[in-house]
């Protein structure tokens, strides 16, 4: 049996896995009243005091905390630690607004390093593999959090990083790499150099951990087919210490919390109110184990659904669905909400590769959407009529999801640029 299966906790019951929440819930409230005077104001604010949480029924008298509240404490408003016992940042790539900096103590490090180890795991990981980690590293959990993860299950860890595609390839060959870990969008570049390089019979991969960004169901399937692996799908974020908050396991119908460390609910994005199993919303977490950083209430912005029906892989914990896009992903087109998953699903759908790109203007007053995507290699043609057909049946397929008309233009293949890390997929020049 490889390491960092516990069964112990893994498929603990559920009366098991509350006991768990209620008694670290309850530690955690108070470290944090003691050690956080900005949450602390707010709960004062609330009316609310430790002695008000006495279990997980409870957590819905504490006060939410949101991307803002991180922006208006930065950089050390939210620590629960002083400085001195800390021994690492972490930040998130903060292309709007003001990055975030997550704190972690050693014993924050080590829990978080195992909840990788899980996800690795939980991908059919152990010491005998070779694991890849195209994540980057630095500032950006990804590699770090893989990496660690990795170290602990004893698997051969090459800490590639992200970018340099062919000494990435080289590696790959030369090592025998068997569980590569990236984005989706550079796992399904590399799995295009592989397949233009001839590659495909001198690499030895059989599992893909891969999460940090949307990716739809249609991309997983190609990404496997093309590389001949199963492709597991993961999720975290920096403020809850980055990647292994949830992994997939052997059923891929959705990501198991890891929920001795983190309490998960679904609410209501505009009234804040908590909604039943099942509902779709807005994810919220609460760290019930991290002393650094200890984020109560943790409103994440990703709209997802949660379910507790039994997994057949034995797993208890409960699953979130993949993310349905992030609420401030969502676009307000013509007045209609559109995700930008929704036209990656009908663009593989039509057998179009995940290479595209949304561009949204404002034109006389009235919004408009463009797709752009490359051309399918088995759809190839050089005839202008042909194209066009093309071009109008994704125009249709697109206003049947949609319900609004988008532009379509097919271009050349290669000519959009790729990404080896989170993909830019939607240009809003409304916001430029
Ligand atoms: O992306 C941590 C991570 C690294 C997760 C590697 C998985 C693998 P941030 O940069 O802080 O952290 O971005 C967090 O990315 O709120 C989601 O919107 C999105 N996200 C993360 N994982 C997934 C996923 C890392 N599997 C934000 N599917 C989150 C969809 C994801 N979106």
């Known amino acids: 049996m490889p390491n960092y299966y516990q069964p112990e906790i893994e498929t603990a019951s559920r009366e098991q896995i509350l006991a768990w929440q209620n008694e670290r819930l309850v530690k ?53 630690k002083p400085l001195s016992e800390c021994v ?80 990435q390839l080289q590696f790959m060959t030369d090592l025998g790499s068997t569980i590569l870990c990236c984005t989706p969008s550079y796992a399904a570049y590399l799995a295009e150099s592989i397949h233009e390089m001839g590659l495909r019979d001198k690499i030895k991969l059989k599992a893909g951990i891969f999460g940090a960004e949307a990716w739809s169901e249609e991309m997983r399937h190609d990404i496997e087919q093309k590389l001949g692996i199963k492709a597991y799908d993961i999720y975290g974020l920096t403020e809850t210490s980055g990647p292994g908050v949830s992994y997939e396991c052997s059923e891929q119908t959705g990501m198991h919390i890891n929920e001795d460390h983190f309490i998960a609910e679904i609410i209501d994005p505009e009234t804040g109110e908590v909604l039943p199993e099942g509902s779709k919303g807005e994810l919220v977490f609460t760290s019930i184990t991290k002393e ?32 349905m896009g992030r609420s401030d992903d969502m ?17 593989l759908e039509q057998g179009y590769p995940a290479n595209y790109q949304i561009i949204v203007d404002r034109v006389n007053h009235s919004d408009t ?55 830019v997929r939607v240009i809003d020049k409304r916001k430029i």
């Not at 940042?89 to 103590?105: C, L, N, P």
């Not at 990703?302 to 057949?312: E, F, G, M």
């Not at 676009?331 to 663009?347: A, D, M, W, Y």
């Not at 088995?378 to 093309?390: C, H, M, T, V, Y």
Request: proline share 5%; with cysteine; aromatic share 8%.
């Open 28 to 80: 955690q409230v108070k470290h944090v009243w003691d050690n956080v005077p900005y949450y602390r104001q707010k709960m004062e604010e609330k009316g609310v005091t430790p002695d008000d949480i006495k279990s997980v029924d409870d957590l819905h008298k504490l006060p939410f905390l949101t991307k803002d509240d991180l922006r208006d404490a930065y950089p050390y408003g939210l620590m629960g």
């Open 292 to 323: 650094a950083f200890p984020l109560l209430r943790y409103r994440t912005r990703d709209i997802c659904v949660l379910t507790r029906k039994p997994c057949s892989c034995g797993r208890t914990h409960v699953k979130m669905s993949k993310p």
């Open 88 to 167: 690492r940042i972490q930040s998130t790539s903060g292309t709007t607004g003001r990055r975030v900096v997550a704190f972690y103590t050693q014993h924050d490090i080590d829990l978080w390093e195992d909840c990788c180890a899980r996800a690795i795991v939980a991908a059919g990981g152990t010491k005998d593999d070779v694991c890849h980690v195209s994540y980057g590293y630095g500032l950006f959990t990804g590699g770090p959090g893989l990496n660690g993860g990795s170290h602990k299950v004893g698997c051969l860890t090459l800490p590639m990083s992200s970018g340099n595609t062919e000494r």
């Open 369 to 423: 959407l463009e797709v752009m995507v490359e051309m399918a290699p088995d759809k190839f043609s050089d005839s202008l009529a042909d194209i066009a057909e093309q071009e109008k049946k994704l125009v249709n397929a697109l206003k049947t999801m949609l319900g609004i008309y988008a532009k379509v233009r097919i271009v050349s293949p290669k000519s959009i640029t790729r990404s080896e890390g989170k993909a």
């Open 331 to 347: 676009l307000i087109i013509k007045g209609v909400n559109v995700f930008p998953s929704q036209i990656e699903t009908v663009l």
